[in-house]
């Protein structure tokens, strides 16, 4: 994909069926970037084929949380989808549930509830996996795709929702009785169809109903002024000292970014065009990328799909990245029976630059965008297998996988692979309240009086967001945690109802859960699929309170007595303040802190044991990180007492190559001491 096709939904007019996108900045709103969709209205109610009391759109797990809660609150529900699946990611790929620090005091309701009986579905008693940990993953906070789909259709079938599969929707049809009374009074679908309903809910990841709904929204990052928030915008470049958050996903320093000594020429997957000035504003979001369900099993195994039109050449930055110490392993079997949940050769797996098309496009633009990943992601895969760059070891292990029998099986090409590329983030809500980096780093709990869930994760930016070219090198830029991944000492934070509602003047019959109004940064801390649950759960149950019309006066959705909603959703399990933390059953494992060592050589390291594997490659001495938040640190000291200078953190997965080619000593029995060589990750 071109970098100047990716931006023309900023740059330009975009003809849609309902009007234009237009680029105007809403001057009561300290946001620089909002865009609303123009969308004629007319005064009388259209006939439809279908009526209910509430409609959603997308059957994500907020969707789907969403239609379960109005339905069991005794509404007639309509849950439309376009794809053929139920659970978009949690049952396309996403085996491994992002569910967040403080997870045992943060998740009910509906969201516990399908956690447990993912448990029942593998024959084990539920259990919140250890407090303040984020990568403990074992039944039920993992699953096979298809189990999830069931649990999700068994809920949703529990509670009464008409389910429509292969639906999309096409355009909203809005009224007014006054300019200030807009409501959606029907949605029209891609076959034709018309439906009606008292309250609509957007589920999806792109925020579709809201936007052809002409709701306010935006997309990319805010600048670091809008919001007042220290982490927003482009973000500096590594060299800079910048204390506000985690940026250590990087390539390895150097690599070339041209074809030949010209530097006239990039390689592929680099963007040499305009970017921001750090701290700026741009239109760009977190990367995308497919969690690759593979299997080791021959009896369950679909042979990987061969790419058309392989263009090895395509793939030089994986062949110079490998040059420079970055090492491409191969998943193991972390999802039961034997299957992966795998983010695919981490940074390359997430086709650097190709989302920025996405987020604002139209449906035929966005499906374009998901068949390049597609056709990528075959071609990646071909690459890895074959090509004589790539370590033995790697090849060997991939050429023993394939695709899963018995997941991803109703698609149209037959071919077994996910049905749900992973849409981290598109299109954002500018609604009544709009949350931002403040709201989700609180170092203690902030009570809200209109809170209506809880969540816990870390601010997590998916990079990177773009690779670029920095002082003659490859730089992928973006990439952020804040502070820094899973960090215990990060309080859980409150959700309003207002981010789900949108702003006064526009249409007062629509929840929108999932695109929720938030700023960037904020947004990555809640675009977990657990967190986006609750919020589904709570936007079904003010819709059905809003259907009923008794507590809804006529202001619609903004106007419910949020106070009867919190009484509703208590009632039903979801969590409005954290719970009390579990008592700990064996203290938690500590680093240990001997007695200060001799200063250490400029490249050595230390090397806690249990969060690395250490391995030989090559005749090279290497480390792997176990787990994400892997440390390598300069002294021994609680990493949290060291300056970021001397603080090294890892993804499970990353590796660093050391100059000697024998397994390192203990430095005292419980650290190893290394010595890091200028190719590896630091």
């Not at 790929?93 to 969201?111: N, T």
């Not at 084990?124 to 984020?134: G, I, V």
Request: charged share 15%; aromatic share 8%.
């Amino acid at each position: 994909l071109s970098g100047q096709k990716m931006r023309s939904v900023c740059l330009g007019l975009i003809p849609t069926f309902l009007g234009v996108v237009y680029a105007s900045s809403i001057s009561s709103d300290p946001h620089d970037r909002v865009y609303r969709l123009h969308v004629p209205e007319t005064v009388a109610a259209p006939a439809a084929e279908t009526e209910a009391d509430v409609i959603v759109y997308g059957a994500t797990p907020g969707g789907c949380a969403a239609a379960i809660a109005a339905g069991r609150e005794g509404r007639s529900v309509v849950l439309l989808e376009p794809s053929l699946y139920i659970g978009a990611m949690m049952s396309g790929g996403l085996g491994m549930a992002d569910y967040g620090m403080h997870s045992s005091r943060v998740i009910g309701g509906l969201s516990q509830e399908f956690f447990e009986r993912i448990a029942a579905k593998y024959n084990q008693t539920f259990k919140f996996p250890p407090d303040n940990q984020c990568g403990a993953h074992s039944v039920p906070w993992v699953s096979e795709p298809h189990v999830a789909e069931t649990v999700f259709r068994e809920m949703l079938e529990g509670a009464n929702v008409s389910i429509q599969l292969n639906t999309r929707v096409l355009r909203a049809q809005v009224t007014t009785a006054t300019s200030s009374d807009p409501r959606i009074a029907a949605v029209v679908t891609a076959d034709g169809g018309m439906l009606t309903a008292k309250v609509f809910i957007d589920g999806t990841y792109e925020g579709a109903l809201m936007k052809m709904s002409g709701v306010s929204y935006t997309f990319g990052r805010e600048a670091n002024t809008t919001y007042n928030e220290s982490t927003a915008g482009r973000l500096p470049p590594p060299e800079v000292n910048w204390p506000y958050g985690d940026r250590s996903a990087q390539l390895p320093h150097g690599i070339n970014p041209y074809t030949d000594e010209s530097n006239s020429t990039l390689i592929p997957g680099v963007w040499g065009g305009k970017v921001a000035a750090p701290g700026a504003a741009d239109d760009r979001v977190g990367s995308y990328d497919w969690r690759v369900v593979l299997t080791d099993n021959p009896d369950n195994m679909v042979p990987l799909p061969k790419p058309e039109n392989y263009d090895p050449t395509e793939f030089e930055l994986i062949r110079r990245a490998m040059k420079a110490g970055w090492y491409p392993s191969v998943a193991g079997m972390n999802v039961p029976n034997r299957k992966t949940d795998w983010k695919m050769f981490s940074t390359f797996g997430e086709h650097p630059n190709a989302q920025w098309n996405y987020p604002n496009g139209t449906y035929e633009e966005q499906q374009a965008v998901v068949a390049e990943f597609k056709r990528y992601g075959i071609a990646l895969l071909h690459f890895f297998q074959v090509d004589d760059s790539v370590p033995a070891l790697t090849r060997e292990k991939l050429s023993k996988l394939g695709l899963c029998k018995d997941e991803f099986n109703r698609s149209a090409d037959g071919d077994h692979w996910m049905s749900q590329l992973y849409i981290r983030t598109a299109l954002r809500m500018v609604g009544s309240d709009i949350m931002t980096q403040r709201d989700v780093v609180p170092s203690a709990w902030v009570p809200r009086s209109d809170a209506i869930g809880v969540a816990s994760y870390t601010v997590d930016i998916p990079g990177p967001v773009q690779t670029i070219v920095h002082n003659g090198a490859v730089l992928n830029e973006g990439a952020l945690k804040v502070p820094y991944f899973c960090d215990p000492s990060r309080a859980p934070f409150a959700l309003p109802y207002g981010v789900m509602v949108p702003r006064s003047g526009e249409v007062q019959n629509l929840l929108v859960p999932v695109a929720i109004s938030a700023s960037h940064v904020a947004f990555n801390a809640v675009r977990m699929e657990p967190t986006w649950m609750i919020l589904g759960h709570a936007a079904g149950t003010a819709a059905s309170i809003a259907a009923a019309g008794g507590t809804a006066p006529a202001g619609g959705v903004r106007s419910i007595d949020v106070t009867h909603l919190r009484a509703r959703l208590l009632a039903t399990g979801q969590v409005l303040e954290p719970r009390a933390p579990p008592a700990p059953t064996q203290p938690p494992p500590t680093p240990p802190t001997p007695p200060t060592p001799a200063p250490l050589r400029g490249d050595e390291w230390y090397a806690w044991i249990p969060m690395w594997n250490s391995t030989i490659r090559g005749g090279i001495h290497v480390l792997v990180a176990t787990e994400d938040g892997s440390l390598l640190k300069r002294q021994l000291a609680s990493s949290h007492s060291l300056p970021p200078a001397d603080v090294q953190i890892f993804q499970k997965g990353d590796h660093v190559n050391l100059t000697s080619a024998q397994i390192p000593a203990p430095a005292d029995g419980k650290y190893w001491l290394v010595h890091v060589t200028n190719t590896g990750r630091l």
